[in-house]
């Protein structure tokens, strides 16, 4: 049984950085295209941050060269470093595959911004 923990939210002020986290059991980071995605209050939720094939990253366009991707293989995690957060950026995140599987989303920790 596949489980994604994620981790690291809570309340940050503009322009300060926070970490997430996503622990994997039952399935293998490493071998797996894996992505972040958020959603906000009654907005769709969406893929920010990814590992496409090997290493190579990607990002969408709100949040690249503020937010870094990142994986430790032997701790089956993958990371995600949120730098200069604005208020736009408040929304609950979630870690799944590509393309997202339904059975795998987890709590999505709440990252409030405040102005």
């Known amino acids: 049984q596949v489980q994604l923990v994620e981790s690291g939210g809570g309340l940050v002020q503009a322009g300060e950085s926070l970490r997430l986290s996503c622990a994997a059991s039952?399935?293998?980071?490493?071998?797996?295209?894996v992505g972040w995605y958020r959603q906000a209050p009654g907005k769709p939720r969406e893929l920010i941050a990814w590992?496409?094939?090997?290493?190579?990253?990607d990002y969408a366009d709100s949040v690249r060269a503020r937010f870094t991707i990142s994986r430790d293989n032997a701790k089956n995690t993958v990371y995600l470093q949120m730098n200069s957060l604005k208020p736009e950026d408040s929304a609950a995140y979630y870690c799944?595959?590509?393309?997202?599987?339904?059975?795998?989303w987890g709590q999505g920790p709440q990252v409030p911004v405040s102005s």
């Open positions: 799944n595959v590509l393309p997202s599987t339904p059975r795998y």
């Open positions: 039952g399935i293998i980071f490493s071998i797996k295209s």
């Open positions: 590992f496409g094939t090997g290493t190579s990253t």
